[in-house]
């Protein structure tokens, strides 16, 4: 049998492109993109279009194709995980809208999780050491979260201005706590569970009563468990994937008896979605509200506006991009009378959240940022609504930068407004 290496009898001036046949993967013990999802990409290019930083750069290395070439590089031992190759993670939003175009179903998200588990390592003494607070020990807290709330208005006036720009004011309620059980309005539907969340309970708790009251006024009887705990999707796009993994089987455990979880964050039900690849066994069945709501159907109607208002609906990338959801929400803001929905030019482009991306790469973020506020003022709309607390920070600071007086909220704020009506 013929055991030459493979490639050996190219001819001269051409090189064989893909492993050596010694090689030994460059990753670090622990957590790295697999062979399998490193081999699903063709490399055909059709995601580079829809990547928000290669359309912005123009560079190769700033595409999903670029850095799954870096990525595979890593992996076939020809680079390491330096400097550079976490440059070309670190630029990445996570936005996954790439994997929503790839013809290859390449999880990219996964990938990427997976390759920033890499590279910290490599992260200077101080940003590990706020990344490790911020993502491993103060998010998965109840406790530590509460108190950096309740201090946040204190540290307010020594923030750099981008930051203090994207913290709302106020966020009201700080003792205040989501009551256990609400029992439904009318013929009980059946029983769903909310993910309160960390960033959305503390700034956003309005959305989170307001998503209790539409699911109550349509039959659903409202459980919200004590022993939920953060998402973990911040920790997990950023490479924390043992912190993420310890929220996910919390959570797992928190939401076992129950039929559906019901999620108003879409950042946070995207990954909650996918905790079964995370940690064997601890799927749950995640739903996003408006999705809901939109599948199972109203009890009635859905109400009215007390005034004609046009509504801008932005779509955050994990509805869109991550669970596929377009129509739903359009489909009940449409339901809701006085209320005139217009589309954002270039809808799908991304707003530059991206978690706590905008405060790592505050370059990048600030532009998609500014692209997104323009586009949504340039609809006239007095509302935009936007289904992810991190979308609504971004929209909040990049539409007051602007000088623009529409009002950010969630959609299922506005069903909530016209159907108590
Ligand atoms: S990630 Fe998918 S779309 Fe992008 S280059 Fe690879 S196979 Fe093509
Ligand atoms: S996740 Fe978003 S930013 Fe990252 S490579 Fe894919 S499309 Fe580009």
Redesign the pocket.
């Known amino acids: 049998m013929d055991t030459k290496p493979l490639g050996a009898d190219l001819p001269d001036g051409v090189r064989f492109i893909g492993p050596e046949v010694d090689w030994e993967p460059g990753w670090a013990p622990g957590d790295a993109p697999s062979l399998a999802d490193l081999n ?9 279009p829809h990547c928000p930083t290669y359309r912005l750069t123009g560079e190769e290395s700033a595409s ?2 670029g850095r ?1 070439t870096a990525m595979r590089a890593v992996q076939e031992g020809r680079a390491a995980t330096d400097e550079t190759f976490a440059r070309f993670m670190d630029l990445c939003l996570v936005c996954r809208a ?2 929503d ?4 179903h ?1 999880p ?1 998200g996964r990938m990427m999780e997976a390759a920033r588990t890499q590279i910290e390592p490599l992260r200077p003494r101080r940003a590990r050491f706020l990344r490790r607070l911020g993502l491993d020990l103060v998010l998965p807290s109840k406790k530590l979260t509460w108190v950096a709330g309740a201090l946040t208005p204190l540290a307010r006036p020594f923030m750099p201005r981008r930051i203090r720009a994207l913290i709302p004011r106020g966020g009201g309620e700080p003792f205040a706590r989501l009551p256990r059980v609400t029992e439904p309005h009318g013929q009980l539907r059946g029983t769903v569970a909310l993910l309160s969340g960390c960033v959305q309970d503390r700034w956003f708790r309005r959305v989170n009563r307001a998503t209790i009251r539409v699911l109550a006024r349509n039959g659903w009887r409202v459980v919200v468990p004590r022993r939920q705990v953060c998402c973990g999707a911040l920790a997990a796009h950023n490479g924390h994937l043992r912190a993420a993994r310890r929220l996910a089987k919390k959570n797992a455990a928190a939401f076992a008896e129950v039929d559906v979880v019901v999620a108003n964050a879409a950042g946070g039900g995207a990954h909650m979605a996918e905790y079964g690849d995370l940690v064997e066994g601890a799927g749950l069945p995640v739903r996003d509200v408006m999705e809901f709501l939109h599948g199972e159907g109203l009890a009635g109607d859905a109400g009215s506006l007390p005034a004609l208002t046009r509504v801008a609906y932005h779509d955050p990338c994990h509805a869109l991009r991550a669970q596929g959801i377009h129509h739903q929400p359009r489909g009940l803001l449409r339901a809701i009378g006085n209320l005139e929905l217009v589309e954002i030019p270039n809808g799908d482009r991304y707003c530059g959240a991206a978690g706590i991306y905008n405060v790592t790469e505050p370059e990048m973020s600030g532009r998609l940022m500014r692209e997104k506020a323009e586009a949504v003022a340039s609809t006239g709309a007095a509302v935009v609504a936007s289904g992810n607390p991190g979308c609504t920070m971004q929209l909040l600071a990049g539409l007051g930068e602007l000088g623009a007086t529409m009002r950010v909220v969630h959609p299922v704020e506005l069903l909530d407004r016209a159907m108590a009506r």
């Open positions: 699903a990409c063709v490399a055909c290019g059709l995601c580079l999903p194709r799954i790439c994997e175009v790839c013809p290859s390449v990219f």
